[in-house]
Structure formats: structure tokens, C-alpha cells
């Protein structure tokens, strides 16, 4: 490797290194895991204890607080806790209080049967899912804030891989865990020991210290704090060039691959594949293939611009969907099993990063939580909503005709994908250059 080489790609890997990025990795891990705690994981148990599809379908409509996050997001970004504030700062006050209270869910829920007690799994599903919605509207507009507009491509690449990471530890590792095949702790210990995922973010936290958005504590006018609280960040986006059909493509860009994704675990369990093979392939393919994906995201992303990168890694993750359709066709089949998982993870890692940059570069730094929180809100409503009957969609049409499904459900956000591109208006960053350097 020569000089200019060396040079290179000192040039393309360094910022993945610098001292924020790698906040926003640890940031990632703590932000990752509650949600495949209600997804994956949560299907996977369901399914096991021989909770039928239909069902299981339904119960991700439990993760409903992520699709209304934006509702409670203006509160983060004005409201002050009186001695934490004083002490860590407005985003990690709120960080610090929500991550305590998210880790005690976590345990109350792994301490649930949902075999016999349905309405308490329930209930603390929606618990966690209420704190781990609002921990992520903490840690958005953290790790946006703290982010300089050159280190946001890598640090968001960073914090998607720190996600996927949290995701897979929730994932994987709680099931090795709990699975007698495993170290066979059980579901209860499985979920409290994952609960310590929170730890990653709190670490970051210390160690980025506060963001730039610290508001004092300033009393105002109940109609005065009513429009800058919750009607500014609104009125804000909703005066751009084409919000409203942006708004559509995000709802939209994902649901093909949020369909599959919450129907994957049980067609894993009804193929007969044990927890440890399931376990074993994620692990060893799964993993490095996401590590590829999220690796490359960046520079890929510069090379591609934004709108051929949102493209091009959209039909990517609908390609992906196919591997699943011939796994389906082929059985029990280990060797399809790590070619699918090996597709998915690597263009997910690819995919999501994009979309995340994309999501990123339209909040606007003086509304960071509550733009984003309304973003991503918008973002999971595909996920939540629209893939909830994903149960009744495989029981009628069979594995390999479900996954043909999601293909055709994808295609309508490539479509305004399109359009939005001809139209000029992908993507128009609205951060204010060197903000977030303070």
C-alpha cells in the first residue's frame, strides 16, 4: 500500500475515529436495543411459548409509542429537570432520567408471562416502548447537536452501526441467553441482564459532554411557550418546498422491509430451525455483514449523492426480501438461512444509514428533538401500523407468497422516491453550518 493509498484512506476512515463519532456509536447501542426487545426478540419468545401468528402480528402494535413520539418530543426541548439539568445539562438530564426508568421496565417485562398473563406482558411492552421511544428523541438530538455538519455522514454511520450492534445484542444475545440450548438463564434474567445495553449510552454521554441546545429557565406566557413549544417545529417544517410529500416517502420508503422483519422470527421458529442455529448464523453472518454494510454507507453515500443512495440502497433492501422467498421455498436450509441473513444485514446496514443521514440533515437544529422525533415518528408508522396485519398476510398467502408480498408493498416508496427526485426536493439540509462544533 503506497503513500497516497495510506493517505486515502486515513482520509475516508479517519472520522469514523474522532472523539463524537465513536459518542455516537455507544449512543447507538442503547438506542438499538429496546426496540428489537419488542420486535424481534418478542415475536421470537411469542412464538416459542406457541402464541399464534395472527397474534403475534398484532402484539408489534404495542411498540405504538414509536410512531407517536412527536407528540411528547416539544417537552425534551423545553423543559428543564430541575437538579439534573443544573448538573449534566438539558439532553443528558433527560437521558440519564428516562435510561434508569427504561432499565426497570426492561425487567418487569422479561418478568412477565406472556403463556399466562397476556394483559401484564402487554403492559409493560407499552412501558418499555414509551421510554425507549423517548430515549431515542433524547439521543436523536443529542447526537445530532453534537455532530458537526462534516462529521454527521460518519458519525451517523457510526451510530446506525451502535443501533444495529444494541439491536443484535437484544436480538441474538438475549435468545443465547434465555434459550436452554444457550446458558438457559431463562426470559426473565435474558431481558434484565440486556437492560444493562442502557450502560453504552450513559458512558457517551459523560464523555461528550453537554449538547449545544441548553435552554435557560425562563418563565413565560402559557400562549408564548404554546408557540415556540409545540407550534414553532411544526410550522417550521411544514413551510418547506414539498414537506408533505417528504413526509409520504418516509412513512413509505421502509414498510416492505418492516413487514418482513416482524413475520422473520416466527417463519424462522415454524421451519424448524433451533434457537442455537438461529443464534449461530446470526452471529457469525449476520454480524460481519452488517459491520460490511454500515462500513462502506459513507462512502458510498459520497459517492452516490443523496437521492442515488436513497435509491439505490432502497432496491437493495427489496432485493433482499427475495433471499427470504427462496429461504422459504427451500425449508429448513441452513445454508439459505446465512445467505439471507448475510443479504439482509448487509444492504439494512447500507440502507438504514442513508435513510438516517437523510432523516438528520432535515431537522433543524433549533427544533432538533421534536423535528426528529417527528420524522422517525413518521418513519415507524409503515413498521407499527401498516405491517400489523403481516400475521394475517402469511397465514393467507404461505412464506414464499408473504415475502412476494413485501417486494410489491415496497415498490410505491421507491416510486415517490422517484418523484421527489425529479422534482428536485430529495434532500435539503436545513443545519446551520458549525453549529453543532461548540
Known amino acids: 500500500m503506497d503513500r497516497t493509498t495510506r493517505k486515502g484512506f486515513a482520509e475516508t476512515m479517519g472520522p469514523y475515529l474522532r472523539p463524537r463519532p465513536l459518542a455516537a456509536f455507544l449512543l447507538g447501542i442503547s438506542s438499538g436495543f429496546p426496540l428489537a426487545l419488542l420486535l424481534g426478540t418478542m415475536t421470537f419468545w411469542l412464538a416459542r411459548v406457541g402464541i399464534d401468528k395472527k397474534t403475534i402480528g398484532f402484539a408489534i402494535g404495542l411498540t405504538t409509542p414509536y410512531t407517536l413520539k412527536f407528540l411528547w418530543?416539544?417537552?425534551i426541548d423545553t423543559v428543564r429537570l430541575p437538579i439534573l439539568a443544573r448538573a449534566f445539562g438539558q439532553r443528558r438530564a433527560w437521558l440519564f432520567l428516562v435510561q434508569a426508568l427504561l432499565f426497570a421496565s426492561v425487567w418487569m417485562l422479561g418478568a412477565s408471562d406472556p403463556a399466562r398473563h397476556i394483559g401484564w406482558f402487554a403492559l409493560w411492552a407499552i412501558v418499555t416502548a414509551f421510554l425507549g421511544a423517548t430515549q431515542d428523541i433524547v439521543i436523536d438530538a443529542y447526537r445530532i447537536e453534537i455532530l458537526s455538519d462534516e462529521e454527521l455522514p460518519h458519525g451517523t454511520a457510526n451510530n446506525q452501526f451502535g443501533y444495529r450492534l444494541g439491536a443484535f445484542l437484544a436480538g441474538v444475545g438475549t435468545i443465547a441467553l434465555a434459550s436452554n440450548d444457550g446458558l438457559g438463564l431463562g426470559w426473565a434474567a435474558a431481558y434484565g441482564f440486556t437492560g444493562f445495553c442502557v450502560l453504552p449510552g450513559a458512558v457517551a454521554a459523560l464523555w461528550a459532554g453537554r449538547g449545544m441546545h441548553e435552554r435557560a429557565a425562563i418563565r413565560q406566557a402559557p400562549g408564548s411557550w404554546l408557540r415556540e413549544t409545540i407550534i414553532g417545529p411544526f410550522r417550521e417544517f411544514f413551510s418547506r418546498r414539498g414537506a408533505l410529500l417528504i413526509l409520504l416517502f418516509v412513512m413509505l420508503y421502509k414498510i416492505g422491509d418492516a413487514m418482513g422483519q416482524g413475520m422473520l422470527n416466527p417463519m424462522i421458529v415454524e421451519l424448524g430451525f433451533s434457537d442455537m442455529e438461529f443464534v449461530a448464523i446470526n452471529k457469525v453472518v449476520g454480524f460481519w455483514g452488517?459491520?460490511?454494510?454500515?462500513?462502506?454507507?459513507?462512502?458510498?453515500?459520497?459517492?452516490?449523492?443523496?437521492g442515488r443512495a436513497l435509491f439505490v440502497s432502497g432496491l437493495m433492501m427489496l432485493f433482499s426480501n427475495f433471499m427470504f422467498v427462496v429461504l422459504a421455498m427451500q425449508g429448513h436450509s441452513p445454508l439459505w438461512?446465512?445467505?439471507?441473513?448475510?443479504?439482509?444485514?448487509?444492504?439494512?446496514?447500507?440502507?438504514?444509514?442513508?435513510?438516517?443521514?437523510?432523516?438528520?440533515?432535515?431537522?433543524?437544529l433549533a427544533y432538533t428533538a421534536t423535528q426528529f422525533a417527528l420524522l422517525s415518528s413518521v418513519a415507524v408508522v409503515g413498521r407499527t401500523w401498516l405491517a400489523t396485519p403481516s400475521g394475517i398476510a402469511a397465514d393467507a398467502l404461505g412464506w414464499p407468497g408473504f415475502w412476494m408480498l413485501t417486494m410489491v408493498v415496497a415498490t410505491p416508496g421507491m416510486v415517490l422516491l422517484w418523484l421527489l427526485w425529479r422534482g428536485g426536493f430529495v434532500v435539503e439540509s436545513v443545519r446551520q453550518p458549525g453549529a453543532a462544533n461548540s
Open 73 to 75: 418530543a416539544p417537552l
Open 290 to 306: 452488517l459491520i460490511a454494510g454500515i462500513a462502506v454507507a459513507a462512502p458510498f453515500l459520497a459517492w452516490l449523492g443523496m
Open 337 to 364: 438461512l446465512g445467505i439471507a441473513v448475510a443479504t439482509e444485514q448487509v444492504t439494512s446496514g447500507i440502507g438504514l444509514t442513508v435513510f438516517a443521514v437523510y432523516l438528520s440533515g432535515l431537522a433543524n
